[in-house]
């Protein structure tokens, strides 16, 4: 009843970009923030992008700050993450997540999570 979809993972090379996409079908009448994480191996999960749906919002990870932008599609009910400027470092498995009410960047405050996908910068 609750899925997210996500799709635009790949390789590219650095300098390159890359469009995430996450097509939620969110069915309860609410407010979601809906956010974009990513894992590197070793490392801990962290908070990429968010964009609120209640009061129209958009939050960034200072380390991808004037590279990516979080935008939405409220006809298709779709959340991208437009990625530019990529970097070696930004490789990663991508997460989309929602959570209902206001803008957090912490992972555990997310109720609903894709699958993720793998992004791969090459140098």
């Known amino acids: 009843q609750v899925q997210l979809v996500e799709s635009g993972g790949g390789l590219v090379q650095a300098g390159g970009s890359l469009r995430l996409s996450c097509a939620a079908s969110?069915?309860?009448?609410?407010?979601?923030?809906m956010g974009w994480f990513r894992q590197a191996p070793g490392k801990e999960r962290e908070f990429v992008a968010a964009i609120s749906w209640g009061i129209v919002s958009t939050y960034y990870a200072e380390s991808v700050k004037g590279r990516f932008t979080i935008s939405r599609d409220n006809a298709k009910n779709t959340v991208y993450l437009q990625m530019n400027s990529l970097k070696p470092e930004d490789t990663a498995v991508y997460y989309c997540?929602?959570?209902?009410?206001?803008?957090?960047?912490?992972?555990?405050?997310?109720?609903?999570w894709g699958q993720g996908t793998q992004v791969t910068v090459s140098s």
């Open positions: 969110l069915r309860t009448f609410t407010s979601y923030t």
């Open positions: 997540a929602a959570k209902g009410g206001y803008y957090s960047a912490s992972a555990a405050a997310y109720n609903y």
